[in-house]
């Protein structure tokens, strides 16, 4: 079992920045596969940046591109998200989610959700 809680969302000026954090325990943090995904109202649940399985990369919804980068922290057990110039098509409820790394399989923790609002 992991658990994963999501701090640093709000109320944010078009344009503006956020970072979001996600501390995670229950597991060895380096084992985990981190990522974010949010869901805005009356929409599905999209993922908004996920890490790629080798070379390092990250791979971010294209809404996103340029403007989020997922990030994290081994030593603090806690992953980020860093977003820039948000837009109001950016208010959503943002989750962070993990997976066991070494396996196959898709995301099976999930954080408790935190929302983001852009106002214009």
Same mark, same amino acid.
């Given at each position: ?8 969302? +709000?109320? %944010?000026?078009? +344009? +503006? ?6 501390? /995670?325990?229950? *597991? ?5 596969? @981190?990522?974010?995904?949010?869901? /805005?109202? +009356? ?5 908004? /940046? ?13 809404? %996103? ?17 860093? @977003? ?17 790394? *070494? ?14 609002? %852009?106002?214009?």
């Amino acid at each position: 079992q992991v658990e994963l809680v999501e701090s640093g969302g +709000g109320l %944010v000026l078009a +344009g +503006g920045s956020l970072r979001l954090s996600c501390a /995670a325990s229950g *597991r060895t943090f380096s084992n985990l596969d @981190m990522g974010w995904f949010r869901q /805005a109202p +009356g929409k599905e649940r999209e993922f908004v /940046a996920v890490p790629s399985r080798t070379g390092g990369r990250t791979i971010y919804v294209d809404s %996103v591109k340029g403007r989020f980068t997922m990030s994290r922290d081994n030593a603090k057990n806690t992953a980020y998200l860093q @977003m820039n110039s948000l837009k109001p098509e950016d208010t959503a409820v943002y989750y962070c989610a993990a997976k066991d790394g *070494r396996r196959f399989g898709g995301y099976e923790w999930w954080g408790q959700g935190t929302q983001v609002t %852009v106002s214009s």
